[in-house]
């Protein structure tokens, strides 16, 4: 941010953000609604930086896989998204996918199907 002064822009206020405001009381703050059409993005953005910091703090991998399965399935059951469970994670040694299936279908119905099917 280009022309503007060291501080925090676009902070949700948390607690942590709220007692560091209380406690220096020479630092400025302003604040604004967020949109209701901006919070799931907004609220999105905010827990993925929490997460990290949760994952990091998980002893291993397995860990780590036990959390995010848990936060998927307790979003699952607050929201009545049943079809959220099936973005559990499986364990697997190898778990990210480097190249697309090799189905034998043109490049353009693959992508068409992988469309199709990510938005469940």
Request: hydrophobic share 45%; charged share 25%; with cysteine.
């Amino acid at each position: 941010m280009a022309g503007l002064p060291d501080g925090l822009y676009e902070s949700i206020l948390d607690e942590n953000l709220r007692d560091l405001l209380r406690d220096r009381p020479e630092l400025r703050s302003v604040f604004g609604k967020i949109e209701a059409d901006e919070e799931p993005a907004r609220y999105a953005a905010f827990l993925v930086r929490v997460l990290e910091k949760a994952l990091h703090l998980q002893a291993n991998s397995v860990a780590r896989l036990s959390l995010c399965n848990a936060i998927v399935e307790r979003l699952a059951n607050v929201s009545d998204g049943n079809h959220l469970l099936a973005h559990r994670l499986v364990p697997a040694e190898k778990a990210v996918q480097t190249e697309a299936p090799q189905v034998g279908l043109e490049p353009t119905t693959l992508r068409l199907t992988v469309t199709l099917i990510n938005r469940r």
